[in-house]
């Protein structure tokens, strides 16, 4: 799909956020590296005014960004996702109340359930996959959280029906599009309010980069949204953007090749006798393949769960054994990563204690399936 250039996003993440092509010109962007700007006369709100409030580099990333989420204004980079989170967050009303899913990424939980603690607002969590649940706690919610696929069970929501029911009745939506990307997904296009990514994973996509950004179309919103990354100086590194903007330009290979991997390796996954259950949007024997086929875009993302037929020491054992994979939490980058997601104390117990994260990456497919195959034979099997 194209956005309003008439351009493909395939396009967009190479040929956006130059400098103006004039002779002599670089091709690459510059890093500004400022902290102020000159200025004459009463400042006004198309002032760059100081560098807490814009900067040119942010820009070069914030404009390509705003096309591939086919936004009518142009992302705002933040510090990292969870400032985007928090940045969204900070729209909701002292007493008002939050509708979150059981399943989502564990620092924006923690996010909700502090702020609930501190008596700034409630939060009401759904099962993301029951649609009707969703509206039902959406009635009269101040904003609406969703995650699709989440993290770290790889539920899908019913991203269309949810979100036009929301924009009709008038709630505030947010959606975290890290794991889809907006290659593959994009909620504004579906009537999202706000979309936040962690731009940390796959649009920066090399592991060397914190950095997190909010979208909306909604000219209020945006200017609420960057009033408070400004006041509350949750504002992102230069160099970042810089180097999150260079990320891109390689993104949508990444996604394919990621992509292809991980539905190979998915399904060979699902054929290995330590494996009791995988999780993964592409396979059609998955519960969220039919809604994830009707709302993304050419893929389905490169994070697998699977669940062994072990405890959390035999799973741990696997991780460890594992020599190409790595093993770290965070995903989207070029190397691929595998987590036992328990290991962290504040993992919901509905996430099973053998379940492995992995975050599939660009290497050759058949070197990952060897390293996994092998380490999954560690794994002692009843008879
Ligand atoms: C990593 C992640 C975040 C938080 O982003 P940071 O850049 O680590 O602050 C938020 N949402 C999802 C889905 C993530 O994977």
């Known amino acids: 799909m194209s956005d309003s250039t008439g351009l493909r996003p395939d396009t967009v993440v190479v040929t956006g956020g130059r400098p103006e092509p004039v002779h002599d010109a670089p091709v690459s962007p510059a890093v500004v590296l400022t902290s102020t700007y000159r200025g004459a006369g009463e400042m006004t709100d198309t002032d760059r005014g100081y560098g807490r409030m814009s900067n040119p580099t942010w820009e070069d990333f914030e404009g390509v960004l705003g096309r591939l989420e086919h936004a009518d204004l142009p992302a705002l980079a933040v510090a990292s996702g969870l400032a985007a989170v928090g940045t969204v967050m900070s729209l909701v009303p002292v007493g008002g109340r939050v509708v979150m899913p059981t399943h989502a990424y564990q620092g924006s939980q923690v996010l909700v359930d502090d702020a609930q603690r501190a008596g700034h607002f409630t939060v009401t969590r759904v099962d993301v996959t029951d649609t009707q649940a969703v509206l039902e706690a959406a009635d009269g919610a101040d904003l609406v959280w969703l995650e699709s696929p989440t993290n770290p069970m790889l539920e899908v929501a019913d991203l269309p029906e949810i979100l036009a029911a929301t924009r009709a009745s008038g709630?505030?939506?947010?959606?975290?599009?890290?794991?889809?990307?907006?290659?593959?997904q994009r909620p504004l296009t579906l009537g999202a309010d706000m979309v936040v990514h962690s731009v940390t994973k796959y649009l920066a996509g090399h592991s060397d980069v914190v950095l997190g950004a909010v979208l909306t179309s909604d000219p209020d919103l945006w200017v609420r949204l960057k009033h408070h990354r400004t006041i509350n100086g949750a504002i992102p590194g230069t160099?970042?953007?810089?180097?999150?903007?260079?990320?891109?330009?390689?993104?949508?290979?990444?996604?394919?090749?990621?992509?292809?991997?991980?539905?190979?390796?998915?399904?060979r996954l699902a054929e290995h006798p330590a494996v009791t259950r995988v999780r993964y949007p592409g396979l059609t024997s998955d519960p969220g393949h039919v809604r994830a086929a009707a709302q993304v875009d050419g893929g389905y993302g490169a994070i697998i769960s699977v669940e062994l037929a072990t405890d959390a020491d035999g799973a741990q054992r696997v991780v460890e054994a594992l020599e190409v994979w790595t093993p770290a939490t965070s995903l989207g980058g070029v190397e691929s990563l595998v987590e036992r997601r328990r290991r962290h104390h504040d993992e919901p117990a509905t996430v099973p204690e053998s379940l492995l994260r992995l975050s599939v990456g660009i290497e050759n497919v058949e070197d990952l399936w060897a390293d996994l195959d092998r380490a999954l034979a560690t794994v002692r099997l009843g008879s």
């Open 239 to 267: 160099f970042e953007t810089w180097l999150a903007l260079r990320g891109m330009r390689t993104l949508s290979l990444r996604v394919e090749r990621s992509g292809r991997s991980a539905l190979d390796l998915a399904a």
């Open 171 to 184: 709630v505030l939506t947010a959606v975290d599009n890290t794991f889809a990307t907006p290659l593959l």
